[in-house]
């Protein structure tokens, strides 16, 4: 028989990879070597050195101080989506699962549509017709991922509401919101966590997807999406225009879904 991972290598190692986000967010917050947009034509894609820990771009500009400024984006869209999604799908997983009837078939048929297209599809349609900005990314992107939310809770809501408290509870004549958003909400929480930390990581893939296809982070803001597409053109000339944005995406969505697994197999929670 195989045996399992200790659930304690998920958490160090997902711990150590975000640790690197969580800083370069931090630092980048206060600090950066060079201005993020400032050129530097005599600089053009310099390799690595002291002098500009990650190289030059192609305008001369410092890779490093830019992968500082892209990971505030990265964590405020990944956090601001996911905080849309899980109110959206919270909502409407409560109360289809706690009412029912018409209601419920209403909600999940618009769950279902929503999740029969592939996500980022639709996140581009609505980011195309409504104007490409960090705030229409972020509520096309969390309304994208609110039906997974919401079906969790759903689920959820309609196993619980058969539970001898819950029905002792309404006999009592409490208020359906204190039944849904009291007794309900907090027994749910370890179901729903490991999605939302895996939700994280997915709205990182969906955004920075967007922003290489231009419909993301507009310039001149630094977005790692919008870095790796400019430097496609020079992946051989100067490929660490590649490897670093790459590598800065991988540990945070590798953190992200290693701290996901520690939580699911710790607690016993679902996936996204």
């Known amino acids: 028989m195989r045996r399992r991972p200790n659930p304690k290598i998920y958490l160090v190692t997902g711990i150590i990879l975000l640790s690197v986000i969580a800083v370069s967010f931090i630092v980048g917050l206060f600090w950066t070597p060079y201005g993020i947009n400032a050129t530097d034509p005599a600089a053009k894609l310099t390799a690595p050195s002291l002098q500009h820990l990650f190289g030059t771009d192609n305008l001369g500009r410092d890779v490093f101080s830019r992968c500082l400024a892209a990971s505030r984006y990265t964590i405020l869209v990944s956090f601001a989506g996911v905080a849309f999604a899980l109110v959206l799908g919270t909502a409407a997983g409560l109360f289809a699962g706690y009412f029912g009837g018409i209601l419920d078939r209403i909600i999940m048929v618009l769950s279902n549509s929503i999740m029969c297209f592939p996500g980022i599809l639709l ?6 017709v409504f104007g490409p900005s960090l705030y229409n990314v972020i509520w096309a992107l969390g309304l994208v991922f609110a039906p997974t939310y919401a079906r969790v809770y759903r689920s959820g809501t309609i196993e619980l509401s058969s539970r001898d408290y819950i029905l002792q509870a309404k006999i009592m004549k409490v208020r359906p919101g204190r039944i849904m958003f009291i007794h309900i909400f907090p027994n749910l929480m370890s179901q729903i966590l490991p999605a939302v930390i895996t939700g994280l990581a997915n709205m990182t893939l969906s955004e920075s997807g967007m922003s290489y296809l231009g419909l993301g982070v507009q310039p001149p803001a630094a977005s790692y999406g919008k870095m790796l597409a400019d ?33 699911r197999t710790t607690y016993g929670g679902g996936r996204a």
Do not use: K
């Open 231 to 263: 430097a496609q053109s020079y992946i051989t000339a100067a490929p660490w225009l590649i490897i670093f944005p790459t590598l800065m995406l991988v540990f945070y969505i590798l953190g992200l879904y290693f701290i996901s697994e520690w939580v």
């Open 123 to 128: 996140a581009l349609m609505a980011v195309a």
